[in-house]
């Protein structure tokens, strides 16, 4: 009980500072200012998941800014990869889906009418007000796929396209974190308390660990 009344207390108190912080017009400020410094944590965690691969090519003797070099261009070369091979084909699947759309439709429509055709024989009633609600609500539904999928995409480009600046910027932190991750690593440990630092590098060492 006292558990989860610590719980509920710490629940509670988190809720209440979030009113106070929204209703003195905080909130919006917190948020530019993580949406600024958003770069740097990204670069960081891009760095983290690279740095083993650069720390590899340094142990087979390659000069540590070639090794950083090295890695980058192998990961945008898989990037753009990735990229020419999915887009292209995503596109066409999306195009044929919202195409075959009425002919799923129509398939549809007949085996509703099989099903209401084999119901007519039962003593069921009502049968065509709820074989028409049946059939307008599918319509609309096939008609709401048709028509909010491709802005649906258009949206989802639109907004990766707007946030390019910030990966871009993401990337060259990174970049520059892995000439000297360890170092770096070491200041940003510093931001924890003394009696957690040990914790959150035992996290990392696991999550480094799991991850190769």
Excluded: C, H
């Amino acid at each position: 009980i006292l558990n989860f009344l610590y719980v509920l207390f710490i629940i509670s108190t988190i809720y209440i500072v979030t009113l106070v912080l929204k209703g003195w017009g905080v909130l919006p400020f917190i948020g530019q200012i993580i949406k600024i410094i958003s770069p740097l944590f990204i670069g960081l965690f891009i760095a983290w998941l690279l740095n083993p691969w650069v720390q590899k090519l340094v142990k087979k003797g390659i000069n540590k800014t070639l090794s950083v070099i090295i890695v980058y261009l192998v990961m945008f070369i898989a990037l753009y990869l990735v990229f020419a091979f999915t887009l292209p084909s995503l596109g066409t699947q999306i195009t044929d889906i919202v195409a075959s759309i009425p002919t799923m439709l129509s398939d549809v429509k007949e085996w509703i009418d099989e099903i209401f055709i084999k119901l007519s024989d039962t003593s069921l009633t009502n049968l065509d007000s709820v074989k028409d609600s049946f059939l307008t609500t599918i319509e609309n539904f096939a008609t709401n796929i048709q028509t909010s999928l491709p802005q649906t995409i258009v949206n989802i480009v639109s907004s990766i396209m707007s946030g390019l600046g910030t990966i871009a910027i993401s990337l060259i932190v990174g970049f520059y974190i892995l000439f000297d991750y360890e170092g770096f690593v070491k200041r940003f440990m510093k931001l924890f308390p003394d009696n957690s630092r040990k914790e959150v590098d035992y996290l990392l060492d696991k999550l480094s660990e799991t991850l190769y």
